[in-house]
């Protein structure tokens, strides 16, 4: 009769306790202590065997790939375009000329990003004929020179405050690398402006032209060293009024197996970015 | 307590609606609705008024008694308006249907259980998700809607689906529901009218012929030889006769009381039966809405299987429930954001609740319902599919289930020699010795004295299910002598009959004489028939080997001993004598008076003895033997006497041939019945009289001591008793019954079967099962379906459960180490939903691994569907090895594409980072965002394909839980292996065809993937069939015990 009264608390306590240890049966948790070392045994046993099967098919896979260059690159068959400094937030520049604490992050991100455009870092590189592709054949894979000259106003070198002081700032826009990519044509990073106003934009170098010496990009790690092409973008904003708010679209242009123009992916070979300057 | 509960079962059926309170409460308790009677104060109001009307008396009144009591008149019956007057008062004569939940609540019903609760919280969640995200960013991607829906979806699906399969099993039975309008003749306003027997009120005067339903309780107050079929009601075979006469105390037993809904029988003689009765009750106060009311009371069991499947329900959910939140508390210590833990939340929940399975073991049952449907088995409730292969009890009525509900020729005596005769449904195999000249006597006596005749018209119907017109034993009697002589009525003709005395109860003869067939011979032949010990006393001489010899003391002692046999028997025995009367004193002319008697009606020439009974269907003993060797043990509830019980129990195997009862011992040692050791007996009969007086405690000792019971004359509450003290004992109790007296039990019963030609309307509604073809040996079908249909939902499960470990660890890693996630919930749901649908399917067409009829019943409460080695061995066992393996597929293809395993490990952050467009790879180069995204999609479709690959490998080790693979044949089960393909072409399609579905998130997938996890699929199945052996080899052992499932 009691076995169908509802259990009261105390019952389902002491049977919980029981279950826990079960000073009788010498039972712990419903097991034996010599029980429980048998499943544990076999547990490590078994489970030590499936780790060690599994290094071994991981190692027999790893074994299936190439240190220098990955087995498929169909999943990145064109590039995607990048800004510098990389903003925090979206991308979108929020600085004001008269505040220099409100820049200095930007700043020191492109000085560091530069830093292996200097001169010193550049000087074991070499210096490759222009306008062509530079394939090679190895072993050996040697990294062309990217002057930072090229950048002209934004290369940092006569202005350190990348023109953010004067109202001016200059972002750089960079192709992502992608392994034995050889671009056709002319390719060229074209900037717009989205509002036009009296705002205008330069690229650098001229016209924003990447050189195709630069191309085919050989790996980390045979190509030690190299350094992809940058163009720098600076807007002038107009001196007046107090607050602007610039939206640019970057694209790559004149190179025809580089798309610029998918649906769904917004970066693959375009970029847009926001500047917003106070005054 | 138990003093009180005892008192109440102990009622007649004048307590009937004690019991009616029995459980709408709480379904765990064992002792339902015995218990809380006291508690419920309105059911206890109702329990009153019901005893008050129950106080059925009328039968001792006498008819101004009764005139007063219902403000009749006999004559002239009610007025219409008084009648009105009642009929507003007192409603409708008809029994009132039983409640029928709301469609509306069962399809919501079927919205909330199981799984369904845990996706609607996935689906909030989501949308949550989105709320949050949307209110810090107008921008938010609507993924999360996405999926929020797609869980809904589901759900709405599976629900929908589970109830059509509901209702298309139940629309079955509708058709049985339909019932024909009935007409009374009643006497009111002194004229006699037919009127729609549900105007009928209390008393009306109504008239009943021959052939017609009784159309309310009546007190009979003139009968002429009316005779009532009550064995729906009792369980007596036998038509018992009414009359105005107050018999006994008991309204069932007492002979002037009609019961509603029972038939009124045609009668050969004329004038045909009628009966002239007063209604005393209408509707549900009737004895037949008692009993109706009792079974609508009794709440519906839950089935084993849905016990089982609740119970499996709550192992998957407290999985899912208690990883979901471990990991949600995990994933905030290590500050994720609390939104990023809800989602992972949500991938949780969703990889380890099996959307599918249900709607899979839904199907699975239908397919064995529509199997068992094609063996005439017809399953109401398809859970009820699978609570035959459990059951562990069938306590079977008598009548008409186990019997023919026919009387019919079972014995013959004569050459004091005992002969069988063939019983069987056809009576095909007559084999007793018919040359001796005595059974020519016997024979002629047999088809001439007797009244039945077959209906016209039925020349081509087989003897044994012509109509005939006539009482039972004559009946018997007329096909009995049809199928061995041929045509009776050319033999009657060719014996005209010149005069009759029709059997009658003072006489308790029946005599009748005629014209010889023998154009040379000119006696008359006088033959008779009656209760042997009447007709004995009217003989002289006895019939030997056609000799006639003198009757003396040892022939009058054997006569004594065969009677005694065939009585012993349970069979209702009849006397034969004949006598040729002298040409000479009875010339041709003569001319016979029945009431001047004539004629000599002593010193005739006694021929022989013949028993009759309602025999066992002839498939009846080989289902009781395979029932016992299936561990089943099979008791007889009957309501007919304990003497017929006891011997159709013998003959069908019920009670063993070498089994005795305690009075069995006490006869054969001539000792009392006291002095018998109780634990000698194997077998028991116990009455319902004893059982009346009886503590649960007691009935609960003789359902467990002994192995072969009888239970007769029960009373429908009693059967109710009954099978409750069977279910106190743990088991799974099958009822099986034709009767509307077994119609409470049937609804108690764990499993009610019902005869479909045989079986009232009540009881087919009341049971979940429905025999078609009255075929017990049907339910044999049924065990072995039902345990089939076990074994293999323990494969689908098992097959089913070892993916989400596959699926859930990606989530797990995904939190912990930070890797790109490697499968998507959507992707989780093309597996749960898509390829692994029809595989698991198949596994319901696995035929069975060993004798299943050998084993004993599962016990409900050790042999769980879902048990610890099953969840252990699917998760921790093969839901590993799969993981594994479809890590090897995904770390593949992020390998050979450029981000090596050990570059992935707390990449998470940078890798969803929308703003990072440039993220490096191991070589060097750089991915945009979406890039990325494409390739997390090939990871999904890569760690599916892994999935799916070794699912292939699961579903073909889980062919077969004990045996190798290779004894229970590879290719056996074609079905196997159109899941297989299925499986491989959904998958196809979902790469190859949808790939450039974003939506969907899958890609095309190399087609070297597809062969990554191969040899981990190879390992499953290696690594099975090592188990396997090894539990065939050391049957018992720590092995067996932790992985045999």
Known sequence: MTKNEKKSLNQCLAEWKLFIYNPTTGEFLGRTAKSWGLILLFYLVFY????????????????????????????????????????????????????????????????????????????NLTTCPDGALFEQKGPVYVACQFPLLLLQACSGMSDPDFGYSKGKPCILVKMNRIIGLKPEGVPRIDCVLKNEDQTNITTYPHNGMIDLKYFPYYGKKLHVGYLQPLVAVQVTLAPSSAEKEVTVECKIDGSPNLKSQDDRDKFLGRVMFKITAHA | MRQKRS???????????????TDQ???????????????????????????????????????????????????????????AELLARDGPNSLTPPKQTPEIVKFLKQMVGGFSILLWVGAFLCWIAYGIQYSS???????????????????????????????????????????????????????????????????????????????ADIRVLSSQGCRVDNSSLTGESEPQPRSSEFTHENPLETKNICFYSTTCLEASTSPIGTVTGMVINTGDRTIIGHIASLASGVGNEKTPIAIEIEHFVHIVAGVAVSIGILFFIIAVSMKYRVLDSLIFLIGIIVANVPEGLLGTVTVTLSLTAKRMAKKNCLVKNLEAVETLGSTSIICSDKTGTLTQNRMTVAHLWFDNQIFVADTSEDHSNQVFDQSSSTWASLSKIITLCNRAEFKPGQENVPIMKKAVIGDASETALLKFSEVLLGDVMEIRKRNRKVVEIPFNSTNKFQLSIHETDDPHDKRFLMVMKGAPERILEKCST????????????????????????????????????????????????????????????????????????????????????K???????????TGDHPITAKAIAKSVGIISANSETVEDIAHRLNIPVEQVNQRDAKAAIVTGMELKDMSLEQLDEILANYQEIVFARTSPQQKLIIVEGCQRQDAVVAVTGDGVNDSPALKKADIGIAMGIAGSDAAKNAADMVLLDDNFASIVTGVEEGRLIFDNLKKTIAYTLTKNIAELCPFLIYIIAGLPLPIGTITILFIDLGTDIIPSIALAYEKAESDIMNRKPRHKKKDRLVNKPLAVYSYLHIGLMQALGAFLVYFTVYAQEGFLPHTLINLRVEWENDNVNDLEDHYGQEWTRYQREYLEWTGYTAFFVGILVQQ????????????????????????????????????????????????????MLRAQYWFVAVPHAILIWVYDEVRKLFIRLYPGSWWDKNMYY
């Not at chain 2, 029932?627 to 008791?635: D, E, H, L």
């Not at chain 2, 077969?960 to 290779?966: A, D, L, V």
């Not at chain 2, 393909?981 to 065809?993: F, K, T, W």
């Open chain 1, 48 to 123: 030590g065997f499936l780790a060690a099967l599994f290094s071994f098919t991981m190692w027999v896979m790893l074994q299936t790939l190439n240190d220098e260059v990955p087995k498929y690159r169909d999943q990145i068959p064109s590039p995607g375009l990048m800004v510098f400094p990389k903003p925090v937030t979206a991308l979108e520049y929020t600085f004001s000329v008269s505040d220099p604490t409100s820049y200095a992050g930007y700043i020191a991100d492109l000085k560091k990003f530069l830093k292996p455009y200097t001169l010193e870092e550049q000087k």
């Open chain 2, 7 to 21: 008192e109440i079962y102990s009622v007649e059926l004048s307590g009937t609606k004690d019991i009616v309170r």
């Open chain 2, 25 to 83: 409460g709480d379904d765990k308790e064992k002792y339902r609705g015995l218990k809380n009677n006291c508690l419920e104060r309105k059911k206890k109001n109702q329990e009153e008024d019901f005893q008050k009307e129950l106080q059925l008396d009328d039968h001792k009144l006498n008819n101004r008694e009764l005139e007063k009591k219902y403000g009749t008149n006999i004559i002239m019956g009610l007025s219409s308006t008084r009648a």
């Open chain 2, 137 to 215: 960013d107008k921008s938010a991607s609507l993924n999360n809607v996405y999926l929020g829906s797609v869980l809904v979806l589901v759900v709405i699906l599976t629900g929908v689906f589970a109830y059509y399969q509901e209702a298309k099993s139940t629309n079955i039975m509708s058709s049985f529901n339909k019932m024909i309008p009935q007409q009374a003749l009643v006497i009111r306003d002194s004229e006699k009218k037919t009127i729609p027997a549900e105007q009928l009120v209390v008393g009306d005067i109504v008239e009943v012929k021959g052939g017609d339903q009784i159309p």
């Open chain 2, 542 to 625: 006895i019939m030997i080997n056609g000799e006639e010899h003198p009757l003396d003391k040892s022939t009058a002692k054997t006569f004594h001993t065969a009677y005694m046999e065939l009585g012993g028997l349970g069979e209702r025995v009849l006397g034969f004598c004949h006598l040729y009367l002298p040409a000479d004193e009875f010339p041709e002319t003569y001319s016979f008076d029945i009431d001047a008697m004539n004629f000599p009606t002593s010193n005739l020439c006694f021929v022989g003895l013949l028993s009759m009974i309602d025999p066992p269907r002839s498939t009846v003993p080989d289902a009781v033997t």
């Open chain 2, 627 to 637: 029932c016992r060797s299936a561990g089943i043990k099979v008791i007889m509830v």
């Open chain 2, 952 to 1003: 292939i490998a699961d579903l073909i080790i889980r062919k077969t839980r004990r045996n190798s693979i290779f004894q229970q044949g590879l290719f056996r089960n074609k079905v196997i292996w159109v899941g297989i393909a299925s499986q491989i072409i959904i998958g196809l399609i979902l790469s190859y065809g949808l790939g450039s579905v974003t939506a969907l998130n899958f890609t």
